[in-house]
Each structure stands twice: as C-alpha cells, then as structure tokens.
C-alpha cells in the first residue's frame, strides 16, 4: 500500500477534516490525474473524445469517494414516507384510461439496461441472449412486447438499450434480426472507468486497451451512470425534440417490466396538476427480499436507501419486514426534460456504491459505481407507487429460470402473466443447488420442465435429473448425497415428498 493510501485510510478514520488529511487528500487526487492522463494519451484519435467523457466522469466520482466518510445515511434521519408519497396501484388503476391512450403512449420511451453478462448463469456473453421461454430470449421477449403496443395502440414507441462495453457488440449483432419488427430500437453504452488498487488507490489500467490481460482493468460503473451516458450519446436531446416526455427504465432480466399504462397515464395527467418527474415502482418485502433498496423520508425528501448505506448496528433493523414494508424494483418512470435539467447543473446526486473485488491474479481492487434509483431525491414531486409483485419477476439464477419457463405462466405477446388455473397467487420458492448453476448443466437435468402449478416450495441438492412429464406440489425436497444419484423417473407425482440418497420417498 502506498504510504498515502495508509496514510490517508488511517486519516479518514479519525473524526473531522485536518489539514493533513486535506493535504493527503489532494496527492491522491493528484496522482489520480496523472495517471489518468497517462492513460488518455493512449487512447487513437477516434477515441479520445468519448475516452475524456468517461474518464471525466470517473474523475469527479473519484473526488467524491475521497470526500465522504462512513455510512451515507444518518440512521437517526430516517422516516417512514408519508402516506401520499408512496400510492397503492389500485388507485392509479381505478383512475382509468383516456381515450387518447395513443397520444399519451407516443410521448414514451424504453430503456432497458442491457449491461450485464450472462457470467453467474455460466453463460458467455450479454445475459439478454439467454433463451427463457420457447427458445426466446429476454430480447425478444422485450421487443416483442413493444411491437404489440405499437400494433395494437397504432403508436411508435421505440426501445433503447443501454449497453456496456462488455455486451455492446454481441448485441448490435442480434439486432440485426428485428430491423423488419415494428419497434426502432437505439443503443448506447454507459461509461468505461478503470478499477482501482485497493491498495495504492491508483488505477490498474496502463493504458485504454481493453483486451488481452487488460479485460479487468475496465468496469461499467453501474447503472446510475444512465443519466450521464444517455445525454452524452445525444439521444435525450433527440428523444425531446420528436416530443418524449418519458422514459420507462428497467432491468432486461425482469420479465415483469412491462409498460404499464395507468402508470403512464397517471404521469401525463396528475391528478394535482403539479409534474411529476420521477416515480419508482416498489412492491411488498416477502422473507426473500430483505436486501432491496427501500424508500424512505430523509430531510424532507423520498430516498433510497441501500442494505450497502445501513450502520452495521441497524441492519437487522433494515431487513425487518414490518418496519421497512417494501423495496424498489428497478422499474422506473423519469421525465427526459428533468433528466436534461439536472445533468447540465450537475445537480443529480447518488451515493457511491464502492463495490470490492478480486481479480483472478488475487488482486484486491475497488470499482466506484452509483444506482439509478438512488437520483429519487434529485428530481421534483417523486413518488413511489406499489405495484403487484407480478411486476417483479427477475432472473438472475436457474432457480428463477425454472419458474418462468414453467407452466406457473403463460406468454401472450412477450408478456408472462402467472396462469389463472394456479389457484393462489404467489410464487414457490424454488431453491436449486449447485449442481444446477450453469444454464446448459439445469438443462441436461431436465427431460422436460415439471408441471408446477400447484407447487409451494422446492429444494433440490446434489446430482438429481428429472424425467419426462414429472409433477410437484405442495413442499418438494429432494437431496442427494455425495456419491448418490437420483433420476426422479417420468411421469412421477411427488406431492409433500423428501426424496433422499437412496430414492426412498418419504411423507412429510
């Protein structure tokens, strides 16, 4: 570690700013930029604009982690939301639809984060591409889902994909298959910025490459980086002078996202007149989800607040169900005008995330990134709006993949509803085992995707294949043990079984 990184780590922890944490402060900063600078000279004449931006943004990103000190949130600050800030959905529903639903559509766009790999599903490439349902994928799913709008509603709502540098090409591939679709689709990729040595505080990268051995230098900072990157790429100027006034942001892996249109309509014609710039979709905590964002009242302002920003002693508190009743779902309403507004004051504030890793090498470095959802108390009249959990179906494991390629839904359009023959609406928990991680390895396990519709609960470990046409129900566990194997047969009906090593079945 350089004697200014341990100077400086041992400064910070010491309470208010002296002199000498200020004048170690400044010499990061300052070794910062001169090896920024080293980097940007390398970077080819087509690239320097676009590489100053990025490493611009990184720079002041870089100030601020340097300015803060502990946890973002004062615990003692934090309040319940008042009522009105956070609305049920059944009232934005019963509010109805204009017969001008058209109109209020052709003034929406898209955007979908399209920046994460397929890496924790063991697949290579954009997570986008991975097949979930009939051999669609999730872009698919997505494009399919709009086109349908544009069909039926006569409109030309466009998608947006916001790649990284790591999905980009493989993407703009792909897109070659919808040019006859009837949606326009637009890209753009958010910024690039170099990994930090934990140690030395100082940049990895030697120079802007990033291939060979300098793949992990470089890092997507994030998705709160959509604000910066969307009006750099020039499409915010362009989307507000054709008339958007609205973008509708979230994850591609979240097959609930769909385009709500009381949503919608409840934006372009608020009740109480007053604009509304920015609503965040949450929906009720269950046991599973005690590590999303949740939205409170701080200093007067709605404010996400992150598991990563709690004091260590008030965590537990934070995961409680009955205090804190609900989380974000990344499904996000924002103003473009707003968007524009903020950028050009530099007025849009989100926590740094400081998001540790370790390289294959064993070398410990940070990467500074920052939540979209965290800019809620930039933007003027936010609000929160509960909506079903059914708009929050993310697939971020095979176990989540079991469910949506099962008969629990069915697909109309490129939108998965949960079947009416279920006869409760909630979703089982699934819990799949390692064996089970990659996508090709929870393929081969199955001969066909088990009926499901009257499942609650499911545990499977260890080597178990599922044969053809094999039902579940109610709790399922099925374990086997190191050396065993069990191949549940087709047409199998396991109702409230334990199925364990040596194929004995169990009532339980």
Same mark, same amino acid.
């Not at 920024?36 to 601020?64: C, V, Y």
């Not at 505080?201 to 990033?210: E, F, Q, R």
């Not at 009381?262 to 007053?274: A, F, R």
């Not at 926590?351 to 003027?380: C, H, M, R, W, Y």
């Given at each position: 570690?350089?004697?200014?990184?341990?100077?400086?780590?041992?400064?910070?922890?010491?309470?208010?700013?002296?002199?000498?944490?200020?004048?170690?402060?400044?010499?990061? *900063?300052?070794?910062?930029?001169?090896?920024?600078?080293?980097?940007?000279?390398?970077?080819?004449?087509? *690239?320097?604009?676009?590489?100053?931006?990025?490493?611009?943004? /990184?720079?002041?990103?870089?100030?601020?982690?340097?300015?803060?000190?502990?946890?973002?949130?004062?615990?003692?600050?934090?309040?319940?939301?008042?009522?009105?800030?956070?609305?049920?959905?059944?009232?934005?529903?019963?509010?109805?639809?204009?017969?001008?639903?058209?109109?209020?559509?052709?003034?929406?766009?898209?955007?979908?984060?399209?920046?994460?790999?397929?890496?924790?599903?063991?697949?290579?490439?954009?997570?986008?591409?991975?097949?979930?349902?009939?051999?669609?994928?999730?872009?698919?799913?997505?494009?399919?889902?709009? *086109?349908?709008?544009?069909?039926?509603?006569? #409109?030309?709502?466009?998608? $947006?994909?916001?790649?990284? /540098?790591?999905?980009?090409?493989?993407?703009?591939?792909?897109?070659?298959? &919808?040019?006859?679709?009837?949606?326009?689709?637009?890209?753009?990729?958010?910024?690039?910025?170099?990994?930090?040595?934990?140690?030395?505080?100082?940049?990895?990268?030697?120079?802007?490459? &990033?291939?060979?051995?300098?793949?992990?230098?470089?890092?997507?900072?994030?998705?709160?980086? +959509?604000?910066?990157?969307? &009006?750099?790429?020039?499409?915010?100027?362009?989307?507000?002078?054709?008339?958007?006034?609205?973008?509708?942001?979230?994850?591609?892996?979240?097959?609930?996202?769909?385009?709500?249109?009381?949503?919608?309509?409840?934006?372009?014609?608020?009740?109480?007149?007053?604009?509304?710039?920015?609503?965040?979709?949450?929906?009720?905590? #269950?046991?599973?989800? $005690?590590?999303?964002?949740?939205?409170?009242?701080?200093?007067?302002?709605?404010?996400?607040?992150?598991?990563?920003?709690?004091?260590?002693?008030?965590?537990? *508190?934070?995961?409680?169900? !009955?205090?804190?009743?609900?989380?974000? #779902?990344?499904?996000?309403? =924002?103003?473009?005008?707003?968007?524009?507004?903020?950028?050009?004051?530099?007025?849009?504030?989100?926590?740094?995330?400081?998001?540790?890793?370790?390289?294959?090498?064993?070398?410990?470095?940070?990467?500074?990134?920052?939540?979209?959802?965290?800019?809620?108390?930039? /933007?003027?009249?936010?609000?929160?709006?509960? $909506?079903?959990?059914?708009? /929050?179906?993310? $697939?971020?494991?095979?176990?989540?993949?079991?469910?949506?390629?099962?008969?629990?839904? !069915? %697909?109309?359009?490129?939108? %998965?509803?949960?079947?009416?023959?279920?006869?409760?609406?909630?979703?089982?928990?699934?819990?799949?085992?390692?064996?089970?991680?990659?996508?090709?390895?929870?393929?081969?396990?199955?001969?066909?995707?088990?009926?499901?519709?009257?499942?609650?609960?499911?545990?499977?470990?260890?080597?178990?294949?599922?044969?053809?046409?094999?039902?579940?129900?109610?709790?399922?566990? +099925?374990?086997?043990?190191?050396?065993?194997?069990?191949?549940?047969?087709?047409?199998?009906?396991?109702?409230?079984? =334990?199925?364990?090593?040596?194929?004995?079945?169990?009532?339980?």
């Amino acid at each position: 570690m350089s004697s200014f990184a341990k100077d400086y780590s041992k400064a910070m922890s010491q309470a208010g700013t002296s002199p000498f944490q200020e004048a170690i402060r400044q010499e990061l *900063e300052y070794s910062m930029k001169v090896e920024l600078d080293k980097i940007l000279a390398t970077a080819p004449q087509n *690239e320097l604009e676009h590489t100053k931006k990025d490493l611009e943004g /990184f720079k002041k990103l870089f100030h601020r982690f340097l300015q803060e000190k502990g946890p973002s949130v004062d615990w003692g600050k934090i309040q319940r939301p008042p009522e009105d800030s956070i609305q049920p959905y059944e009232k934005i529903k019963a509010r109805g639809l204009p017969d001008n639903i058209a109109s209020v559509l052709n003034k929406l766009v898209v955007v979908k984060l399209n920046g994460g790999l397929g890496t924790s599903m063991g697949c290579k490439g954009p997570k986008s591409l991975i097949g979930v349902r009939n051999e669609n994928t999730f872009l698919d799913l997505t494009v399919q889902q709009i *086109e349908h709008l544009n069909k039926t509603y006569n #409109t030309d709502v466009p998608l $947006v994909l916001m790649n990284s /540098f790591n999905t980009d090409e493989d993407t703009k591939k792909i897109l070659q298959k &919808y040019s006859h679709s009837r949606v326009k689709i637009y890209t753009f990729n958010q910024s690039r910025y170099p990994r930090i040595n934990k140690e030395s505080l100082l940049p990895i990268a030697k120079d802007v490459s &990033y291939s060979g051995e300098n793949t992990e230098a470089w890092y997507p900072p994030g998705h709160g980086d +959509i604000y910066a990157s969307f &009006y750099n790429s020039g499409l915010l100027d362009n989307f507000i002078t054709e008339g958007k006034e609205y973008i509708f942001v979230s994850n591609i892996d979240n097959l609930g996202a769909t385009v709500d249109l009381y949503i919608l309509n409840h934006l372009m014609n608020s009740p109480n007149g007053k604009c509304c710039e920015f609503v965040m979709e949450v929906t009720n905590k #269950t046991r599973a989800d $005690v590590k999303g964002g949740t939205l409170t009242q701080y200093e007067n302002k709605l404010r996400l607040v992150e598991i990563a920003q709690v004091p260590k002693a008030h965590v537990d *508190e934070f995961k409680s169900v !009955s205090k804190f009743k609900i989380f974000n #779902t990344n499904n996000l309403w =924002i103003s473009l005008t707003a968007i524009k507004r903020l950028q050009e004051q530099n007025a849009i504030d989100m926590e740094i995330i400081v998001n540790p890793k370790t390289l294959d090498g064993g070398l410990n470095v940070i990467q500074l990134e920052t939540a979209v959802g965290a800019a809620v108390k930039s /933007f003027e009249n936010s609000l929160g709006i509960n $909506v079903p959990r059914s708009r /929050f179906l993310p $697939v971020k494991t095979t176990s989540d993949l079991l469910l949506v390629m099962s008969n629990l839904y !069915s %697909l109309n359009a490129g939108s %998965l509803t949960m079947s009416e023959k279920r006869e409760f609406p909630t979703v089982p928990l699934v819990k799949l085992g390692s064996s089970f991680t990659k996508v090709q390895d929870y393929l081969r396990r199955f001969e066909s995707i088990p009926d499901m519709l009257e499942l609650d609960h499911l545990t499977v470990s260890g080597d178990v294949t599922f044969g053809k046409n094999v039902a579940l129900k109610g709790t399922v566990i +099925i374990i086997a043990n190191h050396g065993d194997r069990i191949d549940i047969p087709p047409g199998a009906v396991l109702e409230n079984k =334990i199925v364990s090593g040596n194929l004995r079945i169990l009532d339980h």
